[in-house]
């Protein structure tokens, strides 16, 4: 099938679209002929770069203003894509960031908004997104399942991550919500899968990559000896959420140059 067709007709929601991993995620999903709905935290000029970026190619796109962990603001932003698309097929849940700290400094502050943004922002979305594909229901001439869930987990889902024991907290819940809801939804033939990226170059990440001296460090982890880019996750993210990938569902495909291989033990540790 032409790859440009795979998502055709399809509604999407990503969340966090405006940046890094969303926006490329957003722009691939475009590219395979889905209408976008271009959530945004705070940088609306961001958003509507995107939101432009997808027209000038062709394509349908609104950007949309709401904080994931946010109930009231998660479903005025589904009533405002129900209004301009009517439906929903695809929902991202990419949003994502990090407030690290050795262990014993956390603040509940800094765990709290990890948590609120990172676990309870995927529950909220997925919540929604599923309560109208089991409404809805499978329309055959979009897709084979009445709806598909991508949940942007990362290779913090199973290596622990000292430093960063809120974020690492937060994708290893993400690992359990995802097949959890994966357990209960297919029934109704909804998919509900994980992608684990490893490193990949975004501002969420900058330290590990913007001085040679970083960047190097950082290859020591990547048997592939590249870091990713934002990129090869949204080619994997249009694939996934296409029918290429309806036997797909409850586990999590991690992209990740070799990250979860590890690494340290390739001359026997
Ligand atoms: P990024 O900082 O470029 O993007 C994060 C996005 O999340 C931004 O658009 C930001 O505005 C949005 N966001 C933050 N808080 C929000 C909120 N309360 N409501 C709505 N949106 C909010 O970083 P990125 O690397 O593109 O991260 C995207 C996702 O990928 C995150 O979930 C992150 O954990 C995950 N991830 C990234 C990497 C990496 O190496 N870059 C690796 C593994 C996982």
Same mark, same amino acid.
């Given at each position: 099938?032409?790859?440009?067709?795979?998502?055709?007709?399809?509604? @999407?929601?990503?969340?966090?679209?405006?940046?890094?991993?969303? &926006? @490329?995620?957003?722009?691939?999903?475009?590219?395979?002929?889905?209408?976008?709905?271009?959530?945004? @935290?705070?940088?609306?000029?961001?958003?509507?770069?995107?939101?432009?970026?997808? &027209?000038?190619?062709?394509?349908? !796109?609104?950007?949309?203003? !709401?904080?994931?962990?946010?109930?009231?603001? #998660?479903?005025?932003?589904? !009533?405002? $894509?129900?209004?301009?698309?009517?439906?929903?097929?695809?929902?991202?849940?990419?949003?994502?960031?990090?407030?690290?700290?050795?262990?014993?400094? $956390?603040?509940?502050?800094?765990?709290?908004?990890?948590?609120?943004?990172?676990?309870?922002?995927?529950?909220?979305?997925?919540?929604?997104?599923?309560?109208?594909?089991?409404?809805?229901?499978?329309?055959?001439?979009?897709?084979?399942?009445?709806?598909?869930?991508?949940?942007?987990?990362? #290779?913090?889902?199973?290596?622990?991550?000292?430093?960063?024991?809120?974020? !690492?907290?937060?994708?290893?819940?993400?690992?359990?919500?995802?097949?959890?809801?994966?357990?209960?939804?297919?029934?109704?033939?909804?998919?509900?899968?994980?992608?684990?990226?490893?490193?990949?170059?975004?501002?969420?990440?900058?330290?590990?990559?913007?001085?040679?001296?970083?960047?190097?460090?950082?290859?020591?982890?990547?048997?592939?000896?590249?870091?990713?880019?934002?990129?090869?996750?949204?080619?994997?993210?249009?694939?996934?959420?296409?029918?290429?990938?309806?036997?797909?569902?409850?586990?999590?495909?991690? $992209?990740?140059?070799?990250?979860?291989?590890?690494?340290?033990?390739?001359?026997?540790?």
């Amino acid at each position: 099938m032409n790859p440009s067709l795979l998502l055709k007709g399809q509604t @999407a929601l990503v969340t966090g679209a405006d940046s890094g991993i969303g &926006k @490329a995620v957003a722009l691939a999903l475009a590219g395979a002929g889905a209408k976008l709905v271009i959530n945004y @935290a705070h940088n609306h000029d961001a958003a509507e770069a995107t939101v432009n970026e997808i &027209k000038a190619a062709g394509g349908e !796109a609104i950007a949309v203003q !709401a904080d994931v962990s946010h109930e009231a603001e #998660v479903k005025a932003m589904f !009533a405002q $894509m129900y209004a301009q698309y009517g439906t929903i097929d695809i929902l991202v849940n990419n949003a994502g960031l990090q407030k690290d700290s050795k262990f014993v400094d $956390m603040t509940l502050d800094d765990w709290n908004t990890v948590i609120s943004v990172n676990l309870t922002g995927q529950f909220l979305c997925a919540r929604e997104a599923a309560r109208e594909f089991i409404r809805r229901g499978v329309v055959e001439e979009r897709s084979r399942a009445a709806g598909k869930i991508i949940c942007m987990s990362s #290779v913090h889902e199973v290596i622990p991550w000292g430093g960063h024991v809120n974020y !690492a907290a937060s994708k290893g819940g993400i690992n359990m919500f995802m097949k959890s809801i994966a357990q209960e939804l297919a029934p109704h033939k909804i998919r509900v899968a994980g992608i684990g990226p490893g490193a990949i170059q975004t501002p969420i990440n900058k330290d590990a990559w913007e001085t040679p001296e970083a960047l190097d460090k950082l290859l020591t982890l990547i048997p592939y000896n590249r870091i990713g880019k934002p990129e090869d996750i949204g080619k994997l993210a249009a694939w996934l959420a296409s029918d290429e990938a309806d036997y797909i569902t409850g586990t999590t495909i991690f $992209m990740d140059g070799g990250m979860t291989l590890y690494p340290g033990f390739a001359d026997n540790g």
